[in-house]
């Protein structure tokens, strides 16, 4: 609701320091924030959010309104949707800054990083990095009642990890085509409109790239057809407890939690899982060189790791300027506060750490054999059902897929994704690897007591090629991003087919098509938990663009009108998810043995090449893999044969007891419907013990009286 026309000035009270931010009771609103340095702050309080100056500064006295390292004031009479941000004045010296790593200005207006929602309508980034005072183009905080929101009964779903199916997408971009066909493009209120999609399609979860507030005004550069290029994934937070604005359809009436509890809600209601992609490594204050938007205006030298030998230069283990000081206690503290109100006040389902190894950095940088914040969110009681997932890695050289601080943690296995790519591509002398992919990783998290779910398997994610574009391209194209080709990883591990890039040739799209068709099925077909790209199942393109980060144009977006003319594919993926669904063998929760004949003489698992029992583990020149999961004694049995040959093989196939033949369910070399038959239309093998695997392709068989 918006705030009621404001009455200036309002009366103050010396307020409390708990709980941090702006909280209102109906009554007013308590403010408290973190600085330790500070010697004096001001909280200033707009009538708009448009207002270029405030209505109302209150200037907090360090005895009344302060306790230890929390400032704090009350303001009887103010209501929720009022607007507000701080000053902010500590010690500005030259020594301060190469000594200490203080950066306080109280020319400069900050915004609370508690902040349930702010607005950026006057916001001029640039006028926040000079010494110049910008009160006038400064963002704006919001104060938001969590209150009165009616869940209709909504809590988080808590779906097992082994039946979870993760669908990745952009917010906006989900949306933004004009194709979308939705009332309100790019929003949240957007994907709510499209909820059918993603059910018949069949994903349990959606991974919802950041949103966190972000800064969409940042002109990063101009292109090269003189556009400019503005972040646009996300990837670069002003704010860890506010709704991305620019998703909101009325940000300025303070409905940003409102909004995003309206899709989660709907989402829920649709049996999908909300997973939000979380950006706690570094954040949109840059380099020395960058703005002051909050933490570097509140206390520099205790939310950023600084560089020992002059603290005024940023340890930029994150790859994007600055990193955040994650395991000191008071931001440590701030994240485990900022988990928690997503979890209980928007009810979202998981959370995946963006350069999570850097939450494992200590305050010298080097990491730490027990980071405080990994192991408490492991072992938090709030967090106890919340799927918790990290990219394992930083851009300051930590790896740490599969020894991730903590059990529960699940990873995104990028050896996964490395493997799977070279093999479909052809490449031989990997069916070891590839065994231990699709068995859930055995050898990466067995010895360390985890489990086929820590491991998250994909073939494509934001980062990198689209899944079309991996069979299209054999280099990156990266013109668009205006940085000379530059940017984005050099080695893609991608195939083009035969020609680079968009073709008419009818044979090199029909072998696109299977590839894409193998990469899906070989994703179902394995254990652990599969996330898929948005946009992947029809073949979206970003024109051979493997770092799109930039691009909020149809580059970047969803591209409505392929569902119709990929028909074919996003079947596909629709009948191979559902596949995977109706067999438990598929996800099992523990990895798996040799062990445990069924009554048709089956193993839990058993490995085969052409021959049976003959892999070729050490065949370097071999592309082939076949597997056989054998189900319980009432279940389903499913035979695997992989052939990334370029010429058709003949693959034995294991006899069959208990009245049962073997029917064909799955072969991605026929054209639909024979591709995958739906439930009951599988068709007998009637050959003697064999089956004629065609180059290329994956076929799955299922046993059957």
């Not at 209102?24 to 270029?52: Q, R």
């Amino acid at each position: 609701m918006s705030a009621a026309a404001p009455t200036f000035p309002y009366r103050t009270e010396p307020g409390r320091l708990f709980p941090v931010g702006a909280t209102p009771d109906g009554n007013g609103v308590n403010f408290s924030l973190y600085s330790d340095g500070a010697t004096g702050i001001e909280l200033l309080l707009f009538a708009t959010h448009t207002d270029p100056q405030p209505a109302q500064v209150i200037a907090l006295d360090p005895v009344v309104n302060r306790t230890f390292h929390f400032w704090h004031v009350y303001i009887a009479g103010l209501q929720a949707g009022a607007h507000y941000a701080y000053r902010v004045d500590g010690p500005a010296g030259s020594d301060d800054l190469h000594q200490t790593g203080h950066r306080f200005n109280r020319n400069k207006v900050l915004v609370d990083p508690y902040a349930r929602g702010l607005t950026d309508r006057l916001w001029d980034r640039g006028a926040a990095c000079g010494p110049n005072d910008n009160v006038a183009t400064a963002l704006r905080g919001t104060v938001v009642d969590l209150g009165g929101y009616d869940w209709e009964g909504d809590q988080p779903l808590n779906r097992p990890m082994t039946e979870t199916v993760i669908y990745e997408l952009h917010v906006g971009g989900f949306t933004k085509s004009p194709s979308s066909g939705v009332e309100n493009p790019g929003t949240y209120a957007g994907v709510i409109e499209k909820i059918p999609y993603l059910q018949q399609l069949g994903i349990t979860a959606v991974e919802l790239m950041p949103v966190f507030a972000f800064d969409m005004k940042e002109e990063i550069r101009t292109g090269p057809d003189g556009t400019s290029l503005r972040n646009y994934w996300g990837y670069s937070p002003i704010n860890l407890m506010s709704p991305h604005h620019w998703y909101c359809v009325a940000a300025e009436e303070a409905a940003h939690v409102r909004e995003f509890r309206d899709m989660v809600k709907a989402l829920h209601r649709a049996g999908i899982e909300v997973i939000l992609d979380v950006v706690f490594n570094h954040t949109s204050e840059g380099n020395e060189n960058g703005p002051a938007i909050n933490f570097r205006g509140l206390d520099n030298s205790t939310f950023y790791h600084l560089e020992a030998s002059d603290r005024q230069y940023y340890s930029n283990y994150s790859g994007c300027g600055n990193t955040l000081n994650c395991n000191h206690p008071i931001v440590g503290s701030m994240l485990e506060d900022c988990l928690d109100f997503w979890r209980t006040q928007m009810h979202v389902d998981g959370f995946r750490f963006d350069e999570g190894s850097i939450l494992s950095r200590g305050q010298g940088g080097a990491p730490m054999a027990f980071p405080p914040v990994p192991w408490s969110i492991e072992l938090s009681e709030t967090l106890a059902d919340t799927k918790i997932i990290a990219e394992a890695w930083d851009a300051g050289g930590l790896y740490q897929v599969g020894h991730f601080p903590g059990l529960r943690w699940a990873e995104w296995n990028g050896r996964y994704r490395d493997d799977i790519r070279r093999f479909v591509r052809g490449d031989p002398g990997l069916v070891g690897s590839v065994a231990a992919r699709i068995a859930g990783s055995a050898d990466i998290y067995q010895s360390v007591h985890k489990l086929p779910t820590n491991s998250v398997n994909f073939v494509t994610c934001h980062d990198g090629f689209t899944l079309n574009d991996l069979v299209s391209y054999n280099s990156k194209h990266n013109e668009g991003n205006g940085e000379g080709n530059r940017d984005g990883v050099n080695d893609n591990d991608s195939w083009n087919c035969g020609a680079e890039g968009a073709t008419e040739d009818p044979a090199v799209e029909a072998l696109r098509r299977r590839q894409v068709k193998n990469l899906a099925a070989i994703l179902m077909l394995s254990q652990g938990v599969p996330m898929i790209l948005g946009g992947d199942e029809i073949r979206r393109t970003q024109h051979g663009n493997n770092n799109a980060y930039c691009q909020d144009n149809p580059v970047g977006w969803f591209d409505w009108t392929l569902v119709e003319s990929s028909a074919e594919t996003l079947r596909f993926f629709r009948e191979m998810i559902a596949f995977r669904k109706r067999h438990p063998v598929l996800h099992h929760a523990r990895f798996l043995t040799g062990n445990g004949i069924n009554e048709r003489g089956l193993p839990e698992v058993s490995w085969h090449g052409c021959e049976l029992g003959r892999p070729g583990w050490s065949d370097p020149s071999s592309s082939v893999l076949a597997f056989t999961l054998g189900g319980a004694n009432d279940g389903t049995d499913i035979h695997v044969m992989l052939n990334m040959h370029w010429e058709d093989l003949e693959f034995q196939i294991p006899a069959i007891g208990g009245r049962r033949s073997w029917f064909r369910a799955v072969d991605t070399s026929l054209a639909q419907p024979d591709d995958i038959a739906a439930p009951g239309n599988e068709v007998v093998i009637t050959t003697a013990g064999t089956y004629r695997v065609n180059a290329r392709s994956v076929v799955a068989l299922i046993s059957r009286q």
